[in-house]
């Protein structure tokens, strides 16, 4: 048998304004928190020679890998970035013109994760990039 939380808290006793207070006190846990996201640490291995993975080939390409943008600058460096933008925690942000760019409302970023207009002024969480033959470490 399955009980919903207000007929469990109501099982122990949980009446009117206290049975209320519990229940909306517990919807606060849920409200979307700013600051950084993809907390825990990262780091895996992307081979360059995989055509899943042809897009890093060339500048200003980028795939999505793990919850990371992974992207190569118009100059060949690589650079990576959390998914999940800082705005609204939409799973949106993808590479373009040098920057990360979410495409839920337009935040921007710069390939170190500072922000470039209001929306992104929270920043988005980047990571370290290292390149040993064809294969590329992406980690925190
Ligand atoms: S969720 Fe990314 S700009 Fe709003």
Redesign the pocket.
């Known amino acids: 048998m399955t009980m919903n939380r207000a007929a469990f808290l109501k099982s122990l006793g949980f009446s009117g304004s206290a049975l209320w207070v519990l229940l909306t006190s517990c919807q606060r846990d849920t409200e979307v928190i700013p600051g950084p996201v993809t907390n825990g640490p990262v780091d895996f291995i992307l081979d360059l020679l995989d055509p899943a993975n042809a897009a890093l080939r060339r500048g200003n390409g980028y795939v999505i890998s793990n919850g990371v943008v992974v992207a190569r600058t118009m100059h060949g460096s690589f650079v990576a970035a959390t998914h999940i933008?800082?705005?609204?925690?939409?799973q949106?942000?993808i590479f373009d013109d040098n920057t990360f760019v979410?495409?839920?409302?337009?935040?921007r970023f710069d390939t170190t994760g500072k922000g470039l207009n209001s929306?992104?002024s929270r920043g988005l969480r980047v990571f370290k990039t290292a390149l040993n033959g064809t294969a590329l470490r992406v980690f925190s």
């Open positions: 933008c800082s705005h609204e925690k939409n949106a942000v979410c495409t839920v409302h337009g935040a929306l992104g």
